[in-house]
């Protein structure tokens, strides 16, 4: 199967009567313009693998950095690969260079020593608790489909998406979510063949709610095929790295076309450094100016509409302090997490920075969390998207403002 073929995705009929994971992909139709909608969009990029949150915001004012890493440390501004300094403690890896404009501007808030509080250092389970917002429980729901279903009186088919060939925990349970895949070609796929043909089969002489969701489900596939599919050019020049390009800039592309998305999802993996974490040539380099230049690409792109746009970058763990004995880092735990957009408080690195010494270090090897991740999600819940009942997306989490918001 090549990269452009349709993908087939089975859904039970239990799935299909209750229309809340359809796995869509865009078709190759004339786009509509349409101004970008003014509704609010939260936009979640998980970095899976563990960045390195020490190489993307360098503590160079701190020495122990430079006495644990002799060989993958990023070297002090001024030097060759230097970290660009943003404010006298921490400066940006080289690769993220292109970021400094939206720092500068106050678009581009950073939080150090972020994570959960947590100790495992399994990807898969870290992963299951930044989704579901529960630290230590997998069973639950995602965090981000409990705020959902808190106010159903903004539900419509496309209000949730996630950019991914399957559902996020983030996104699972009872609010519907649609579900991307491959860019040129739009197919919704169940156990009995087409979805347009099974809905119709199924609803055709139903009266109730379900044939409503079913026809509402129907108009949307015809809406996305026609507004949003597709050529694509970005607007104000910008430009998204070739393998991004089915990724965020797919959330611009909906934007665009009118669609008002509340919430969207996507992953960037290549995260999981062990080796090779030396220089520009290194693999975590190039990761990382692809994750700049798509960022950039996607706020040139939008444009002014970025005002009404919020992004947030995390990862399931940060790595250790010390270099392993491989040229990487190994599985760690506190990290670094980016928010970007209009409404952002920028230009600062928010959250107590613990420091490296060996007695602050937790369990000795690895960058202490002083900013539990559910600090900076409920800001974005409590300020951004106005959730006051923060409780019920963030059980047993006591919230105090970080403050990444402009009044």
Same mark, same amino acid.
């Given at each position: 199967m090549t990269s452009d073929s349709p993908r087939? #995705?089975?859904?039970?009929? &239990?799935?299909?009567?209750s229309t809340s994971a359809l796995f869509v992909t865009l078709a190759a139709h004339p786009p509509t313009a349409v101004a970008a909608p003014t509704r609010n969009t939260l936009v979640c990029i998980c970095l899976r693998g563990g960045l390195d949150g020490l190489s993307a915001l360098v503590p160079y004012g701190d020495s122990r950095y430079y006495d644990l890493r002799p060989s993958v440390a990023i070297p002090e501004p001024g030097k060759p690969f230097g970290c660009i300094p943003i404010d006298g403690r921490f400066g940006l890896h080289p690769s993220l260079d292109g970021l400094m404009p939206l720092y500068q501007s106050g678009e581009l808030a950073l939080v150090h020593a972020a994570g959960s509080p947590h100790v495992t250092r399994s990807h898969f389970e870290a992963q299951d608790y930044l989704e579901t917002g529960v630290p230590g429980n997998a069973a639950m729901d995602g965090w981000l489909n409990r705020y959902l279903a808190m106010t159903p009186e903004r539900e419509h088919p496309l209000r949730a998406v996630a950019i991914s060939p399957s559902l996020p925990r983030a996104l699972h349970g009872p609010a519907p979510v649609l579900t991307m895949v491959n860019p040129s070609v739009l197919r919704v796929h169940t156990s009995q063949g087409s979805a347009e043909a099974a809905f119709q089969q199924l609803y055709a002489n139903r009266r109730d709610g379900l044939s409503k969701s079913?026809?509402?489900?129907?108009?949307? #596939?015809?809406?996305? &095929?026609? &507004?949003?599919?597709?050529?694509?050019?970005?607007?104000?020049?910008? &430009?998204?790295p070739a393998s991004e390009k089915r990724n965020l800039m797919q959330v611009a592309r909906l934007l665009k076309a009118g669609f008002e998305v509340e919430v969207a999802w996507l992953d960037l993996g290549g995260w999981d450094s062990h080796v090779g974490q030396r220089g520009s040539g290194s693999a975590l380099a190039?990761?990382?100016?692809?994750?700049?230049?798509?960022?950039v690409a996607f706020s040139t792109d939008m444009g002014e509409a970025m005002r009404n746009i919020v992004v947030v970058v995390m990862t399931e763990f940060g790595r250790t302090v010390a270099e392993n004995g491989t040229g990487g880092t190994d599985h760690g735990h506190g990290g670094v997490i980016f928010v970007l957009g209009g409404p952002v408080r920028g230009g600062k690195v928010h959250g107590e920075w613990p420091g490296l010494a060996k007695k602050d270090l937790f369990f000795g090897r690895d960058l202490e969390v002083t900013t539990d991740y559910r600090r900076v999600l409920s800001d974005v819940a409590q300020d951004y998207l106005g959730l006051n009942d923060l409780e019920k997306v963030f059980p047993d989490y006591r919230h105090r403002r970080l403050g990444l918001f402009k009044d």
């Open positions: 087939t #995705i089975q859904l039970s009929r &239990r799935q299909l009567l079913a026809q509402s489900t129907l108009r949307t #596939i015809d809406e996305v &095929r026609q &507004r949003a599919g597709g050529p694509y050019t970005p607007a104000n020049g910008a &430009r998204y190039k990761t990382l100016k692809k994750l700049a230049d798509t960022l």
